[in-house]
């Protein structure tokens, strides 16, 4: 199809942002033409949100120049890219949860007179706004009463409540249902007939190919290709998303992956957990490394938390051939399990406390003696042991956890598991905001672990890690399990293709 | 090896020590070299035994208030235990029923006040500080029912002794407080549960999720409070030989501000039972000495409230520009 230029809104050329060393977006070029919905497909990472960040304002680029209907565009606030007519509805949720739908749509820009708000002109700005979009939603109803997809549709309401050129949404259907999804389609279609340009963030390739007139694909931060939506199939387009080199390095295996005729020892039968995750089910064989892929949001982290007994979940769990309750991570503790959280800040180290204090925070039973007092010597080994064995740079196990670098915090909450043995070891993104040089010391021992007899549950978002560490990969989708498949053999399309919801 | 190693860990905690406490002892001294100066009398043996005395009972309610502040949480309502205390005492006194079982009663009431905290804290999930203002309230009342609001005399001698007797040439109080202070010193720095107690501070959820009955240590945390108030609330109507129903009005405040001047932080996870005692010894101080300068009551009260906030400022700065 021809086009002319006419109808271009806005123009990015060579834009890269880069916090520190890292370089989160390489050189990043894009045309949105106005009346059309330009798709935006990239694996978790690829730059995709650092680039809504740049345009909406939250963080200036590093380089390369935006135009925005010609004219050079630079915001350096958010209330800047509102008033140059750009509406962004991000996937956080950005609600004042006390506040009725009503105060939250018009935030800011409340119907007042010297300084007092109209209540009914700012219920009926609402209620007309809302009625306007077909939103079936109470604009005096307070947010902290609405359910989550409720939530982000006043989302959308807010951010379409600004007369936009340009409407953003990155990935408005994550917490939405089938119906709340049309109403979205809905509007989005109107949004384009009257001439608005949008740009969509999503992971599913349904609504994707449904939508889109444009697709760009980027990859590590960097622009892939641009093409319309008639010119390329699902299959191509995920190969052009995860369609890199496997150039990372593996340590190699220190043993051999455990066969079939060895008894699994720990199996989940149909975990389910309403809105989370439903019928889950797995095993994992002692010296096994069971991968779990998922994008964000596909329920993976919350499948570990129940397993841990942080949060309630229905299903069977057999370890060692004996059916358990675990309802509490003491309990999982107890059982011979370790999890490796997410979130090392919050859930993970005790910032304020000395490397020796974190060491031995899971396994305190062990460091107790008979009297309940602390065996300080006991401890002092263990923590020494660790910085040995695990090589964590730091100047004494008296070191504050809190002043250590990303992936030393990392291995001082990887050492606090070892201390405990445990058969079953899970990992939520073991390698998350960790230096390459510890990354690599972080996949050897999880190697190490694994020919010691572990079983390991290693969930991750990075591709080649999964594919690169794993025996078996547990693919998931949505919530549900897509596939379980042998990783020998498994490429990046067709792990991306299960994660989609693309394979039935 | 590991014995280098060892040593250079203790030197380690030793600069770290010194260096913790620094702020606080120097603000101490000075304040003591300022009385000495105006009063020479300020520095003599019994006038410092006589501020020990006097800061007994802020002391050991603070040792407890410096527990339920590592875990991030606060007690408002250990002046009222502290008048509660007094009660049950003088009324199992007035029963006949002899010393023994009214010191166990009075501490067994401190520590069911305190768990009764605790437990609505912990197991209704209500912040803390709501739970204890109204507990405050609560407690406050249920002094004043046996009496209708009328004090209630203690004339048992083992009672009033506490108060008033010396042993080894040392008031009983002071040993009293050096007792719990070390008891309470190696409760939190050498046994697990103290470390559990600064774990949780420190981060409440990594806590739950290496396994730590959060909940557990939150109630008995809340139980040391009350009993140590219970305490103090023993030695209070000791040295007045009655139980007031009035007895320990806004002690809890002093309590914070002696955790707090020692370097406790309100977050949580960060203070020790050395820096409450430094903290306890400077209100003391401070108190006795303007006494002795015949300052005005409401004047004291501005001057303790500017040396809070200079000394606690001073303590934050100090560990900002280290950090």
Redesign the interface.
């Known amino acids: 199809m021809a086009q002319n230029d006419s109808d271009i809104v806005l123009t990015l050329s060579g834009v890269c942002k880069s916090f520190g060393p890292v370089q989160a977006l390489k050189s990043m070029d894009l045309t949105v033409r106005s009346g059309r919905v330009h798709t935006l497909l990239g694996e978790n990472g690829a730059g995709k949100s650092t680039l809504m960040k740049i345009l909406s304002g939250i963080y200036p680029a590093t380089g390369g120049s935006i135009e925005l209907a010609g004219k050079p565009y630079a915001p350096q606030t958010p209330l800047e890219a509102a008033e140059n007519g750009l509406a962004i509805v991000f996937q956080e949720l950005s609600l004042c949860n006390n506040l009725t739908v009503a105060e939250n749509i018009l935030a800011m820009r409340e119907p007042s007179r010297a300084g007092f708000i109209s209540d009914r002109k700012l219920f009926q700005t609402a209620e007309a706004l809302v009625r306007d979009l077909g939103l079936p939603i109470d604009v005096r109803a307070r947010v902290i009463d609405l359910s989550m997809a409720q939530r982000q549709l006043v989302e959308i309401a807010k951010g379409l409540s600004h007369d936009a050129r340009i409407v953003i949404l990155d990935e408005p259907t994550s917490s939405l249902t089938g119906a709340e999804s049309e109403i979205l389609f809905q509007i989005i279609g109107r949004l384009t007939r009257e001439g608005k340009a949008v740009i969509y963030i999503s992971h599913r390739m349904e609504e994707i190919m449904r939508l889109s007139d444009d697709i760009t694909v980027m990859r590590d931060g960097e622009y892939v290709t641009t093409v319309e939506r008639g010119d390329a199939t699902v299959e191509q387009l995920i190969a052009l998303m995860v369609g890199r080199q496997m150039n990372e390095i593996y340590p190699p295996r220190e043993s051999e992956a455990p066969g079939e005729a060895v008894a699994p020892v720990l199996v989940a039968e149909g975990l389910s957990r309403p809105g989370e995750f439903e019928d889950v089910s797995f095993t994992v064989r002692p010296g096994e490394i069971l991968g779990f892929f998922g994008l964000v949001g596909s329920g993976r982290s919350e499948v570990m938390n129940a397993l841990?007994g942080?949060t309630a979940a229905e299903g069977r769990v057999v370890l060692d051939g004996k059916a358990v309750t675990i309802s509490?991570?003491?309990e999982?503790?107890?059982h011979g399990m370790a999890?490796l959280?997410e979130n090392r800040g919050?859930?993970?180290?005790?910032?304020?406390?000395s490397l020796r204090?974190n060491v031995t925070?899971?396994a305190?039973?062990d460091?107790?003696t008979r009297g309940?007092?602390?065996k300080?010597?006991k401890e002092?080994?263990e923590a020494?042991q660790a910085i040995e064995r695990l090589a964590i740079r730091a100047n004494?196990?008296?070191t504050r956890a809190g002043t250590l670098s990303g992936g030393n915090q990392q291995k001082v909450v990887v050492a606090?598991w070892l201390a405990t043995n445990p058969r079953v070891l899970i990992l939520d993104e073991p390698t998350r905001g960790v230096d390459v040089g510890a990354k690599f010391e972080i996949y050897r021992i999880i190697r190490r672990l694994a020919a010691q007899g572990t079983a390991i549950v290693m969930v991750s978002s990075e591709m080649p890690e999964i594919l690169g560490m794993s025996d078996r990969v547990v693919i998931m989708s949505e919530g549900r399990v897509g596939a379980t498949k042998e990783s020998a053999g498994l490429t990046p399309e067709r792990v991306m293709a299960y994660a989609t919801g693309q394979h039935k | 090896m590991?014995q280098t190693?060892?040593i250079?860990?203790r030197r380690?905690?030793l600069r770290?020590f010194m260096r913790q406490y620094a702020g606080i002892f120097l603000s101490l001294v000075i304040l003591c070299v300022i009385f000495s100066f105006a009063n020479p009398r300020f520095m003599s043996v019994a006038n410092l035994t006589n501020i020990l005395q006097q800061v007994s009972v802020i002391a050991i309610a603070a040792f407890g208030m410096t527990w339920v502040i590592l875990l991030g949480e606060i007690d408002l309502s250990i002046g009222s235990i502290i008048a509660v205390a007094g009660m049950v005492g003088a009324q199992v006194i007035g029963l006949g029923w002899g010393f023994v079982p009214a010191l166990l009663l009075t501490l067994g009431s401190g520590a069911l006040m305190g768990l009764i905290n605790g437990a609505l804290t912990a197991k209704l999930l209500l912040p803390s500080f709501i739970v204890t203002v109204a507990t405050m309230s609560i407690y406050r009342g249920l002094v004043s029912l046996p009496t209708n609001g009328a004090p209630e005399m203690i004339m048992d001698p083992s009672w009033t002794a506490i108060g008033g007797e010396s042993f080894l040439g040392i008031p009983i109080i002071i040993w009293i407080v050096f007792v719990l202070f070390v008891a309470n010193h190696i409760l939190l720095s050498?046994?697990?549960?103290?470390?559990?107690t600064?774990?949780t501070g420190?981060?409440r959820?990594?806590?739950?999720?290496?396994?730590?009955?959060v909940d557990r240590i939150k109630m008995i945390v809340f139980m040391i409070s009350g009993t140590m108030a219970a305490v103090s609330g023993v030695l209070l109507s000791s040295r007045l030989y009655s139980a007031q129903t009035n007895a320990g009005l806004s002690y809890e405040l002093d309590a914070i501000a002696a955790a707090v001047l020692g370097g406790t932080s309100l977050a949580g996870?960060?203070g020790t039972m050395i820096g409450t005692l430094l903290g306890a010894l400077i209100i003391g101080a401070l108190n006795n000495g303007m006494n002795m300068l015949s300052v005005p009551y409401f004047y004291q009260l501005i001057v303790k409230g500017l040396v809070i906030i200079i000394a606690v400022y001073l303590d934050v700065r100090s560990k900002q520009r280290r950090a």
Not at chain 1, 347 to 353: A, D, E, P, W
Not at chain 2, 190 to 196: D, I
Not at chain 2, 205 to 213: K, T
């Open positions: 841990f942080m509490s991570p003491a999982a503790i107890g999890f959280t919050e859930q993970g180290l005790v910032r304020s406390h204090a925070m899971a305190l039973q460091f107790t309940g007092f602390l300080s010597r002092t080994t020494q004494s196990i008296e606090k | 590991n190693a060892d250079a860990a380690v905690q770290s050498r046994t697990t549960f103290g470390r559990r600064y774990l420190g981060n959820e990594a806590a739950l999720y290496s396994g730590i009955n996870g960060v």
